[in-house]
């Protein structure tokens, strides 16, 4: 009769350990794969962020790049303009130095009297050419430097979202891990067994939580 009652004690504890394993294993099966789906979800969504800088990264060199040759073109115009004068006074025409300085540009004009004033002829400190000076701005100019800095900001964006969806990425397959070791907790026979498998789930999980909660969100 002790035998009896003893075999049935044993048999209700293992009854219940096997229910706490299921109960536990419910929950982390439950909890993993609504934290997979997020991440996901993040990955998916700081992916499709990673496209949009990469995008208007592009977008702002095409418009540096235009306004660059903009700015040389005109700045080309300017140059064969001085480089007439230049030739002119070496040869001493008069008529033709005239003719080349009538025909500078109004952007050019205040960089060249800066320069003459500064007696490039027998300043050794004076500026080589008028195209040195601050003054000497070139339409466009600016606004290509301006959309470089901007697309290499953009680039950085670009690149930081493209870490932090993989970082999202990675947290998926964190949590697959937990999944593998929450499904294989059931199915041994021996309760101890089971519980490390569990155990070690509830470990990764528990990472990955503190992981996600750390990642900035995308919503």
Not at 61 to 85: C, N
């Amino acid at each position: 009769m002790d035998e009896q009652h003893e075999d049935v004690s044993v048999t209700d504890a293992e009854g219940r350990r096997t229910r706490w394993i299921e109960t536990v294993t419910v929950v982390v099966l439950s909890v993993t794969a609504i934290l997979t789906a997020w991440s996901g979800f993040e990955a998916s969504k700081w992916g499709g962020a990673m496209s949009i800088a990469f995008s208007q990264a592009s977008s702002a060199r095409i418009e540096a790049s235009r306004d660059a040759g903009a700015a040389e073109a005109l700045k080309q115009i300017d140059l064969s303009t001085f480089t007439l004068y230049v030739q002119a006074v070496a040869e001493k025409d008069t008529q033709l130095s005239d003719f080349a300085e009538e025909r500078f540009t109004d952007r050019f004009r205040p960089a060249f009297d800066e320069w003459l004033a500064a007696k490039p002829l027998k300043n050794p400190d004076a500026p080589k050419t008028p195209f040195e000076l601050d003054s000497y701005v070139v339409p466009g100019q600016k606004e290509a430097a301006a959309a470089d800095a901007r697309a290499d900001v953009l680039f950085q964006v670009a690149l930081r979202n493209n870490q932090r969806g993989d970082n999202y990425t990675i947290l998926t397959v964190l949590f697959a891990l937990v999944l593998f070791f929450a499904a294989f907790a059931g199915r041994f026979k021996t309760p101890r067994i089971g519980w490390t498998m569990l155990v070690g789930a509830v470990v990764l999980l528990g990472v990955g939580i503190v992981f996600l909660a750390t990642f900035p969100k995308l919503v």
